[in-house]
């Protein structure tokens, strides 16, 4: 069955970064895009960009835009985000998932970021 | 300020129907499909509804979805205890370049 598995929880100081992990099984690696979505404690979905595993190329979203990258290693069928310049309104739970451009299907498990001094 | 709107919640007595509107424009919502997703706190979200009106399998018939132009609409009749949770849709958004995936600010459901 399809596995989105995510690397555990980060604490962090504000200006450092943090890099998460999401490793996927179950099904042919290069054939979905991953998303990247968090979630602020109490707050609804914010989606921070996408990453295409066939070729690695991303795209985005511009409230994010020079502060994260998105990447992946085909040999371990992971995906990789990484959030530099960690502001403390980055406290957050952020969830990988398996889609298409147009749609997202499964989710990883979540990871929580906190940010605190 | 979600690019998608929702009414933040509604409720309904068990049996009941409930219906969940999701409103955006003509760079999103009338372009391209909308997906629902559930999520019950603490949990992550999971597809509730795809392209519009499609049920992943193992959701049940007594959620239905629909789109009409800009607007989309979530359908769950039969209401349970269970489905107490909050509601997003999402969809593509083709208003930058590049696009990007937007979402709804989310809806809770309450069964009273």
Known sequence: QVQL???????????????????????????????????APGQGLEWLGIINPADGR????????????????TSTTTVYMELNRLRFEDTATYYCARGQPGVILDWGQGTQVTVSS | QSV?????????APGQKVTISCSGGSSNIAKNYVSWYFQVPGTAPKLLIYDDNKRPSGIPDRFSGSKSGTSATLGITGLQTGDEAAYYCGTWDA??????????????????
């Open chain 1, 5 to 39: 598995v995510q690397s555990g929880a980060e604490l962090e100081k504000p200006g450092a970064s943090v890099k998460i992990s999401c490793r996927a099984s179950g099904y042919p690696f290069i054939d979905y895009y991953v998303h990247w979505v968090r979630q």
């Open chain 1, 58 to 73: 991303s795209n985005y979203a511009q409230d994010f835009q020079g502060r994260v990258a998105m990447t992946r290693d």
């Open chain 2, 4 to 12: 998608l709107t929702q009414p933040p919640s509604v409720s309904a």
């Open chain 2, 95 to 112: 208003s930058l370049s590049g696009g990007r995936w937007v979402f709804g600010g989310g809806t809770k459901v309450t069964v009273l």
